[in-house]
T-cell receptor, first 113, second 109 residues
Framework: NAGVTQTPKFRILKIGQSMTLQCTQD?????MYWYRQDPGMGLKLIYY???????DKGEVPNGYNVSRSTTEDFPLRLELAAPSQTSVYFC????????????FGSGTRLTVV | QKEVEQNSGPLSVPEGAIASLNCTYS??????FFWYRQYSGKSPELIMF????GDKEDGRFTAQLNKASQYVSLLIRDSQPSDSATYLC?????????FGKGTRLSVIA
């Protein structure tokens, strides 16, 4: 059972470039989340989804977009990358809305130069 | 803005001692409370969750919740060097989990 798979693991972007961070889960979870973690900081919610076709903004959505066309996939799109988006990005999923049992992916370390 | 506050540490304890990690939260409507452990360069992993006031024990770990004081704590008994990590407190109300900045724990052999 793969759980939550994130790709790529590492990426260096130039300012102004765009990219998509991929996230796939094979647990048939309805709820999926994108968090970012800056050095020495906790996780901040970027976007989340409660099911296919439904997404909502979190605490820090500016500069990002998401889509949820299937239960399994929840890609995060960065448009016009900025140095402030240098961070580690974690995708997570859960089976219900209670927060119980969030499963995290291994993370994507992104550097914008 | 919902906030979760933790002392960033580092908290240093000798091997075999009890480590006490604390967390306060601002949203009185919070319903469930979680402790995650995160090793350097790794993703968070859930170690404890608690919904009701009081204590909840799981092996060497005890979570304590006091909703009136808006306070959650994690006790780690018989601390081991392998417990050295950052511990993240997370709180849920009507939105996804809100995380604190984490407390870095160092267990000295």
């Amino acid at each position: 059972n793969a759980g939550v798979t994130q790709t790529p693991k590492f990426r260096i972007l130039k300012i102004g470039q765009s990219m998509t961070l991929q996230c796939t889960q094979d647990m048939n979870h309805n709820y999926m989340y994108w968090y970012r973690q800056d050095p020495g900081m906790g996780l901040k919610l970027i976007y989340y989804s409660v099911g296919a076709g439904i997404t909502d903004k979190g605490e820090v959505p500016n500069g990002y977009n998401v889509s949820r066309s299937t239960t399994e996939d929840f890609p995060l799109r960065l448009e016009l990358a900025a140095p402030s988006q240098t961070s580690v990005y974690f995708c997570a999923s859960s089976s219900d809305n209670r927060g119980y049992g969030y499963t995290f992916g291994s993370g994507t370390r992104l550097t914008v130069v | 803005q919902k906030e979760v506050e933790q002392n960033s540490g580092p908290l240093s304890v000798p091997e075999g001692a009890i480590a006490s990690l604390n967390c306060t939260y601002s949203d009185r409507g919070s319903q469930s409370f979680f402790w995650y452990r995160q090793y350097s360069g790794k993703s968070p992993e859930l170690i404890m969750f608690i919904y009701s006031n009081g204590d909840k024990e799981d092996g060497r770990f005890t979570a304590q919740l006091n909703k009136a004081s808006q306070y959650v704590s994690l006790l780690i008994r018989d601390s081991q060097p392998s417990d050295s990590a950052t511990y993240l407190c997370a709180v849920r109300g009507n939105t996804p989990l809100v995380f604190g900045k984490g407390t870095r724990l160092s267990v000295i052999a």
